[in-house]
């Protein structure tokens, strides 16, 4: 197995999703013996376990290229299938949704330059209403409905071009929303620039 380069829990705190730099995801269990010794509703055992719990892939895909970045839906609940799924972007592929219990690909996004041409995706970040995808893209951020996938996408620009002095500048390299569902977001470039985003860009620094 290649080094992980990423790994982040589920919204329902029973999963882990990771990447690997040999072009694969994998989607593990977390020991349900761990989770409960953690709970807030039972005290904490005063005695470690002997030896660590094992932790095992219940899931592992190929992606075909480098894995740019993934997400979980964020109103995934641990009763409800319909909601176990996670995005993911790599190289030179579409933006996959992928089905977290059986593997199976949902939906696939797709986002084109103005050579109308496939891109990759940077980063990805649901919305917390779960119902937008926003991606992460050279100076613009393109948002996918997500019950859509043919839809064209709605673009913000993040800087109107290379040399303007304002703005975003480069591949947008991760996304994070506000917990407090104002729909405000944060965008950070690989070229260290921050901004503070709403339908429209607002400040960067």
Not at 110 to 131: I, K, M
């Amino acid at each position: 197995r290649g080094f992980l380069s990423g790994v982040k829990w589920s919204p329902d705190g029973l999963r882990l999703l990771t990447t690997s730099e040999d072009h694969r995801i994998a989607v593990w269990e977390a020991p349900q013996d761990l989770l409960r010794e953690h709970s807030y509703t039972s005290p904490p055992t005063a005695v470690p376990p002997a030896a660590p719990l094992p932790l095992r892939p219940s899931l592992e895909l190929p992606t075909g290229g480098a894995v740019a970045d993934t997400c979980w839906y964020p109103l995934m609940a641990p009763d409800d299938p319909r909601t176990w799924c996670f995005l993911e972007s790599s190289r030179d592929h579409p933006l996959h949704l992928w089905d977290a219990a059986t593997g199976g690909l949902r939906a696939s996004y797709r986002g084109f330059n103005h050579h109308d041409e496939l891109v990759s995706a940077t980063s990805v970040a649901f919305n917390l209403a779960g119902d937008r995808i926003y991606a992460g893209y050279t100076r613009n951020i393109k948002v996918f409905d997500a019950a859509n996938p043919a839809a064209a996408p709605e673009v913000i620009l993040t800087s109107k071009t290379r040399k303007s002095p304002e703005g975003l500048k480069g591949p947008i390299s991760c996304l994070s929303f506000s917990p407090d569902g104002s729909g405000v977001y944060a965008a950070g470039t690989f070229a260290g620039g921050v901004g503070v985003c709403g339908t429209y860009l607002l400040t960067a620094g």
